[in-house]
């Protein structure tokens, strides 16, 4: 293991929970959007990690015969949840229904509020490792 190849792992993974943690936010945000451009309530997105392609360094000592043996993390894909929207009884809603049902995004706040604790917490603990990686290298 190099040095410098953690380095590229936890830049990769700082910039994952970067994104994760603005998804949050933006599913937070729109917690009571009750119409998007497409129609209908906002749909809750989550982030899907995946394994990342070794970085430049890393590419480079492969091509010198070292096998790096690491790569990153990366966001593979943000998906839709595909549970169904939450009704609640509002007549005076301009989007409610017939029968006075305003069709809401299905996000708890409190589930998504752990998932921001989370994305946060793993930002902190790899821009520590680059830290201390850092350190190591001087």
């Not at 360094?57 to 790569?71: C, I, K, Q, Y």
């Not at 966001?75 to 009884?89: E, G, H, K, M, T």
């Not at 989007?95 to 706040?109: E, F, H, L």
Request: proline share 7%; glycine share 8%.
């Amino acid at each position: 293991m190099n040095l410098f190849g953690v380095m590229e792992v936890s830049g990769s993974a700082l910039l994952a929970q970067r994104q994760r943690a603005e998804v949050v936010a933006t599913n937070l945000a729109n917690a009571e959007t009750t119409r998007t451009a497409s129609g209908g309530p906002y749909q809750r997105q989550h982030v899907v990690f995946g394994a990342a392609k070794p970085g430049t360094f890393a590419t480079e000592l492969a091509a010198a015969g070292f096998d790096p043996g690491m790569t990153g993390v990366k966001v593979q894909s943000i998906l839709a949840d595909n549970a169904p929207p939450v009704r609640q009884y509002d007549p005076s809603h301009p989007d409610a229904d017939a029968d006075g049902y305003v069709a809401m995004p299905a996000i708890n706040p409190v589930e998504e509020m752990a998932d921001l604790m989370g994305a946060s917490r793993s930002y902190q603990l790899n821009a520590a490792a680059v830290v201390a990686t850092r350190g190591m290298i001087q």
